[in-house]
């Protein structure tokens, strides 16, 4: 996916005061911040279901699968926000085209850690589940931390 997917990374609205706009550039998004407590993870899937069902009510094909791995993308990016940094966190979501842009920031300048592949490894698979599905993520520093930004498919290939 092409740098055109990405969100401007200063059009983060940490207030939460852009949810469910247009973006002005055609896409529609949502943005919401939270607390970094473990909360902030069955929050961030909320949010992101509701915002793909209006947007498939809207018009656009958006199947179950679909809503299931996005939620799945944001939980593990916000997951690792809330467990890696001490502040709060946020995320945007655009629909641009075929695709959603899920944009999670936090307030640590480190970037994540993506481990080898390893199926006797107990956890920390997060950003290889998030690389899977999106094709993989960009990272961006933030005047107060960071911002990691996934392109996932609206309507991946079928398997």
């Known amino acids: 996916m092409g740098g055109s997917m990405r969100p401007d ?18 896409a529609m998004r949502v943005s919401e ?11 961030a899937r909320q949010v992101t279901g509701n915002f793909l069902r209006t947007t498939g009510a809207r018009g656009a094909a958006v199947t179950d699968a679909t809503v299931r791995d996005a939620m799945l993308v944001v939980s ?16 945007e979501l655009r629909i641009i085209g075929d695709a959603m842009a899920i944009a999670v920031w936090d307030t640590s300048p480190q970037p994540p850690l993506p481990r080898e592949p390893d199926p006797a490894r107990i956890g920390q698979h997060g950003m290889e589940i998030v ?21 996932l498919p609206l309507n991946p290939p079928a398997a």
């Open 9 to 26: 990374h200063a059009a983060v609205d940490r207030t939460g005061r852009g949810r469910g706009q247009d973006a002005g550039d055609g």
């Open 33 to 43: 911040s939270f607390p970094g407590t473990g909360g902030a993870i069955a929050a």
């Open 76 to 91: 593990e990016l916000v997951t690792n926000a809330v467990k890696h940094t001490d502040g709060p966190c946020g995320i």
């Open 131 to 151: 690389s899977v599905l999106c094709g993989g993520f960009s990272v961006a520093q933030l005047p107060s931390g960071k911002q990691i930004t996934a392109n």
